[in-house]
């Protein structure tokens, strides 16, 4: 079992920065591949990026690359979502997630455990 909390969402103006994190807790967390997934409002949720704990190898969707970077504090047990340049399209719900499963990590769907989700609002 693995337990997840973001943080850091909040109203940023087109063009800015903003950090989420995500802390974990649990058995043997750092098994896992980590990941953040989105929901824009009307839509379904999305994958956005992904990164294993074990050997830092990470993916991303193309709508994201070049503008965002994850990364990971083992000592810290939290992964973190470097967001810039940020527009419009990526106002959305940002859900920290964990999966062993083997899966493709690029399918939302296919995450074992979720956290609570924080929103993200990006104005013009």
């Known amino acids: 079992q693995v337990q997840l909390v973001e943080s850091g969402g909040g109203l940023v103006q087109t063009g800015d920065s903003l950090r989420l994190s995500c802390a974990a807790s649990g058995r043997a967390f750092n098994r896992y591949t980590m990941g953040w997934s989105r929901r824009a409002p009307g839509k379904e949720r999305e994958f956005v990026v992904a990164?294993?704990?074990?050997?830092?190898?990470?993916l991303y969707a193309d709508s994201v690359k070049d503008r965002f970077t994850i990364s990971r504090d083992n000592s810290k047990k939290t992964v973190y979502l470097q967001m810039n340049s940020l527009k419009g399209e990526d106002t959305a719900v940002y859900y920290c997630?964990?999966?062993?499963?083997?899966?493709?990590?690029?399918?939302?769907?296919?995450?074992?455990?979720w956290g609570q989700g924080t929103q993200v609002t990006v104005s013009s």
């Open positions: 997630a964990a999966t062993s499963s083997g899966r493709p990590l690029v399918v939302a769907s296919n995450y074992d455990y």
């Open positions: 990164i294993s704990w074990s050997t830092g190898g990470t």
